[in-house]
């Protein structure tokens, strides 16, 4: 070892990057390449590769500089990148650390990716009238995806926290690199023998190159004749793919397709649980009102019982009867006062009265009233009736003004 002068890591970076900002060249070029391996961080930068036939070259568009981006930036784009070569010394690396980013026209792959998805669409494979519906309640999912990584961790370990009791069944399927396409077709056909539930497929994410088992017609034309429901979940959020379209629902991520076919159990027997809690206080409360609405009903039926209102009646005629009793014998009373009063007064014109009084009354011997000397003639039977008796007498003369003389 030399016996020189020893430097920290930091030190060595902090040497290279200040070569960097002195050269003139570094400080503001301008690259063409393809652009790979995009990334949007959460905190607004956008991360990036530049590559060619020849190289990579890692780029960075930091959030500040973003309002320069006029277009949606996809993986396979050919850009030119202005901007500053420099070091960034926490890891040692250098980056592009790009001012200006405009479109060169379109890469390859994603050339092909355009073209192939023109093609599909004018075939209506995209069409939304073959779109299935995702089964609400999935017993047993299928998964075609890569039998290692990510991908297949968070759907099993997503799928098994909502719902311990689906049935997951996973093709071991190629999704990068030759032959990854017909892997992932043949897995496909074959999950869809086995007649799953629901069939995720997909995987996680990466550069366009890495996606590109899922960009091809072989891939689409499997999911388009398949007859379960498929969920595409290849890549990241800002990933898309031909199968996206092809498939019956696109999740933006592996672990987002398991929430999607996955049903919450627990959340589901919880919600069943106030639906029965809701059920048992409506028919309670439906119960309640109908014992009401009951015992309203027998109220009303006892009123109209025969027994009942034959006892109503008989109350009602008793009660008719001692009225009339009371008011017959009110009216006796009545008549009664009536009739004394009348006796009294028939009383005082009664003829025995005055007969008592040393009058008498003449009559006929037919019992009619002589009440004038006119109409009697000498010689006539009279009858004259007294207090205590009657007397028969003849009369000998008549005197219109006076008594007149003695009878016989």
């Known amino acids: 070892m030399g016996t020189g002068r020893i430097y920290s890591v930091a ?8 070569l960097f900002v002195q050269d003139f060249l570094l400080s503001g070029l301008c690259v063409r390449g393809e652009v790979s391996n995009l990334k949007y961080h959460s905190s607004g930068h956008i991360y990036f590769t530049l590559k060619d036939e020849g190289g990579a070259l890692a780029a960075v568009l930091f959030a500040g500089n973003r309002k320069v981006l006029n277009f949606a930036m996809q993986d396979g784009q050919k850009v030119l990148v202005t901007g500053q070569v420099n070091v960034y010394e926490r890891d040692g690396r250098y980056q592009l650390y790009a001012k200006e980013i405009r479109l060169d026209g379109l890469g390859d792959l994603y050339q092909r990716f355009v073209l192939l998805k023109q093609s599909l669409e004018e075939r209506g494979m995209f069409a939304p009238e073959y779109k299935q519906p995702i089964p609400a309640f999935v017993h047993t999912l299928g998964v075609v995806t890569a039998p290692t990584g990510a991908a297949i961790r968070d759907i099993i370990n997503i799928a098994r926290r909502r719902n311990p009791y689906v049935q997951i069944l996973l093709y071991p399927a190629l999704v990068q690199g030759e032959g990854a396409a017909e892997s992932v077709a043949r897995g496909i056909r074959v999950m869809d023998a086995r007649r799953p539930d629901c069939m995720i497929v997909g995987r996680g994410g990466g550069s366009l190159e890495d996606l590109w088992a899922f960009n091809e017609e072989l891939v689409a034309q499997a999911i388009f004749d398949c007859e379960t429901p498929v969920i595409s979940a290849v890549g990241h959020e800002t990933d898309t793919t031909i199968a996206d379209f092809a498939a ?40 309640r009102r109908e014992k009401e ?41 009545k008549e009664r006062h009536r009739l004394s009063l009348a006796s009294s007064r028939l009383d005082g014109l009664s003829p025995l009265r005055r007969l008592g009084g040393g009058y008498a009354f003449v009559s006929d011997l037919e019992g009619h009233g002589v009440l004038s000397a006119a109409k009697v003639r000498p010689g006539d039977c009279l009858q ?25």
């Open 248 to 287: 019956d629902l696109r999740a933006p991520t592996p672990s987002a397709a398991a929430e999607l076919a996955v049903y919450d159990y627990y959340g589901f027997m919880d919600s069943l649980e106030k639906q029965r809690q809701l059920l048992n206080q409506r028919m309670r409360e439906k119960l």
């Open 11 to 18: 030190q060595v970076n902090h040497y290279i990057k200040g």
């Open 384 to 408: 004259v009736t007294l207090k205590d008796g009657r007397l028969r007498v003849r009369v000998l003369d008549t005197a219109e003004d006076g008594l007149g003389d003695r009878k016989e």
């Open 293 to 333: 609405k009951l015992r309203r009903q027998q109220l009303s039926l006892r009123l109209y019982r025969p027994e009942y209102r034959i006892a109503g009646m008989r109350q009602s005629i008793g009660e008719a009867e001692e009225r009339l009793e009371a008011s017959i014998r009110q009216r006796i009373l």
